[in-house]
């Protein structure tokens, strides 16, 4: 690997113990790394520091002698220390995420938190990901857009068919083969371009609107389906059903009767209901996803150990698939235990006969674990961004006989 890959050249590790020093300098030497402060612990390299010294990196074991890791990061963040941090310990993995987001929670620049001995894997990895993670703290604070929409203009947006559907493939972790797809909403408004749901989907609860905007979606939803089976693609999609769709009994009927009018079977689509919804009107959400069910269409549990009483939602509700949430996906890479809950919820749904997703897969590595821990399906960047339906289809065309 050659140095000109990193900006790294000037590095501070801060351990208590010589021989990490004498063990990973090697290492450095081998990442174009040649300039290595050793330091016994946070007291010195907070005196260094203060000195004007100047480091690209440091690196920071915990338990230390003096002034300890933790201590020594909450002083780095009293002075507004602006250079990267590699947290790397051999202390447990719940007490490394925990300093992490500490040091974050100070506005520090923590590039990862690895567990001790520094392999040169990932620590290059770490390397890699320095210029990225300091653009985005150094970056200019972009103000949040703030959108404030009618309610009329959201009801011409759905009479229009400005709200459209986006599709994110699942593919077998086995085979990585399409397996089939989730839709997500995009406005396409005329002036502001295109418009996350984070933007309207509040807006069209709060105003009555959501169930007019549910149908649409689920029309547009029922074509899509029928022109990949028509196109030789026999997949079904995945449809994210409101919070207060649970309070309607008439969704259900609502809902069936438009598969069976565009001649779709209700079991090629999976109705995906957000865990932490569940536990707002309980009596009605087990009528309505019950009647679901019995119509015959699957009912997925989204964004799973996120939300209220997770065991609980198993046991009471009726679901056939249970969808792994983002956080603790895109985590596993670098905390062992997001890998152990990761890895214990799909035993766990496996053993209650349900099909696992995992969502927010971006990358080879988490693939590779998730074929290690007989994940079903998977979703995420690695796959492909949400695409404009028409666009999906041109994709799916492209990618149906590959192993993605």
């Known amino acids: 690997m050659k140095s000109t890959q990193f900006s790294v050249k000037k590095v501070m590790l801060v351990d208590d113990d010589e021989m990490v020093f004498v063990i990973t300098k090697p290492l450095f030497n081998k990442l174009g790394i040649n300039e290595v402060k050793f330091v016994e612990d946070g007291q010195q390299a907070l005196d260094l520091i203060k000195q004007q010294h100047e480091f690209d990196l440091v690196i920071l074991d915990l338990n230390m002698p003096n002034m300890d890791g933790i201590e020594f990061l909450s002083s780095l963040g009293a002075m507004n220390y602006r250079k990267p941090i590699l947290i790397n310990s051999g202390t ?90 989730e839709l997500l909403a995009r406005w396409h408004h005329p002036i502001h371009g295109v418009i996350s ?64 009018n565009a001649g779709i079977c209700p079991s ?32 997925s549990i989204d964004d799973f150990g996120t939300g209220y009483s997770s065991l609980e939602q198993l046991k009471m509700f009726p679901f056939e698939e249970l969808k792994i949430d983002r956080s603790f996906v895109q985590r596993m890479e670098t905390e ?16 209650l006969g349900m099909s696992i997703v995992a969502e927010g897969v971006e990358t080879e590595r988490i693939m590779e674990l998730m074929l290690n821990y007989n994940c079903d399906k998977a979703q995420g960047f690695l796959i492909n961004k949400p695409t404009e339906g028409k666009q999906f289809g041109l994709w799916l065309k492209e990618n149906w006989n590959k192993s993605l």
């Open 336 to 351: 062992q235990v997001s890998e152990t809950i990761v890895e214990s919820n799909i035993a766990l749904g496996h053993r």
């Open 92 to 181: 447990d993995d719940r007490l490394l995420g925990a300093v992490k987001k500490m040091a974050v929670a100070h506005n520090l620049i923590v590039v990862d938190a690895l567990t001790k001995p520094l392999s040169i894997r990932n620590f290059s990895q770490s390397l890699t990901r320095i210029e990225e993670v300091c653009a985005s703290h150094n970056a200019p604070a972009q103000p949040r857009t703030v959108y404030e929409f009618s309610r009329e203009e959201l009801q011409n947006a759905i009479i229009q068919g400005e709200i459209q559907s986006y599709f994110q493939a699942q593919i077998s972790v086995q085979s990585r083969k399409v397996v089939g797809a």
């Open 268 to 299: 090629t689509i999976t109705l995906e209901v957000t865990e932490s919804l569940l536990h707002k009107s309980e009596a009605n959400a087990i009528e309505v996803l019950g009647r679901f069910s019995l119509i015959g269409f699957n009912l």
């Open 197 to 260: 749901p984070l933007h309207f989907i509040p807006l069209a609860e709060q105003t009555g609107l959501i169930k007019p905007l549910s149908i649409a979606l689920f029309e547009q939803l029922l074509s899509y389906i029928e022109q990949w089976h028509q196109q030789g693609y026999p997949i079904g999609a995945s449809f994210n059903l409101s919070a207060l769709a649970l309070d309607d009994k008439k969704m259900p009927d609502l809902l069936g009767g438009m598969c069976k």
